[in-house]
Nanobody, 119 residues
Framework: QVQLVESGGGLVQAGDSLRLSCAASGVILSWHRVGWFRQAPGREREFVASILWSGGSPDYTDSVKGRFTISRDNVKNTVNLQMNSLKPEDTAVYYC????????????WGQGTQVTVSS
């Protein structure tokens, strides 16, 4: 059974940085895609970034390009999200998930970690 656990959230000032970590257990193959999503109060969940478990083919939503970097840590068995130049609009609960096979559906959602950016 696949399980994903997020950590690394916190309260920071605008312009600061945070590094989120998604720890994985269970079966994840090199061609599986793992992603980060976020949900702010009163808003729909939105895609942030994703990467293949192999570490290849990262992609990002436009609002975080140039500020966030997704990466795969082979030693710690995690997918990380380095967030720089944080803005108040980045405030949300951040979740990680894995796609089912090569299809469009995401699952195995973690419990989420809160990121709050003050101005």
């Amino acid at each position: 059974q696949v399980q994903l656990v997020e950590s690394g959230g916190g309260l920071v000032q605008a312009g600061d940085s945070l590094r989120l970590s998604c720890a994985a257990s269970g079966v994840i193959l090199s061609w599986h895609r793992v992603g980060w999503f976020r949900q702010a109060p009163g808003r729909e969940r939105e895609f942030v970034a994703s990467i293949l478990w192999s570490g290849g083919s990262p992609d990002y939503t436009d609002s975080v390009k140039g500020r966030f970097t997704i990466s795969r840590d082979n030693v710690k068995n995690t997918v990380n999200l380095q967030m720089n130049s944080l803005k108040p609009e980045d405030t949300a609960v951040y979740y990680c998930a894995r796609k089912y096979g090569t299809g469009p559906t995401w699952g195995y959602w973690g419990q989420g970690t809160q990121v709050t950016v003050s101005s």
